[in-house]
């Protein structure tokens, strides 16, 4: 199993990113994907989520507005548009997978993960 997320770097407050994350290694269309965040010293925080089919999603309120999700089972990829940054959204940047996700807002409700990609927000 692989989760393999890019797109990161360094951008000024008021720009955009796209994250990608690709899958491999499991039957990524009947999983629901999330992306967290961290940065030093804290717990790793909801940003985003889609259901399996891409038919829900789920945003933190410090993001809503700004982000998106979305998923492309065909090429088994997630990814989080990001607009409007703020330096407040410099971390490092994690996609998780889960089979049966009860709340996709717990780090817990998801069975593998990636490494992360950093995203820094100068302003």
């Known amino acids: 199993v692989q989760l393999q997320a890019s797109g990161g770097g360094l951008v000024q407050a008021g720009d955009s990113l796209r994250l990608s994350c690709v899958a491999s290694?499991?039957?990524?269309?009947?999983?629901?994907m999330g992306w967290f965040r961290q940065t030093n010293g804290k717990e790793r925080e909801f940003v985003a989520a889609v259901t399996w089919s891409g038919g829900s999603t789920y945003y933190s309120d410090s993001v809503k507005g700004r982000f998106t999700i979305s998923r492309d089972n065909a090429r088994k990829t997630v990814y989080l548009q990001m607009n409007s940054l703020k330096p407040e959204d410099t971390a490092d940047y994690y996609c998780a997978a889960g089979a049966r996700i009860g709340n996709p807002r717990r780090v817990d409700a998801y069975d593998y993960w990636g490494q992360g990609t950093q995203v820094t927000v100068s302003s």
């Open positions: 290694g499991f039957a990524f269309s009947d999983y629901g």
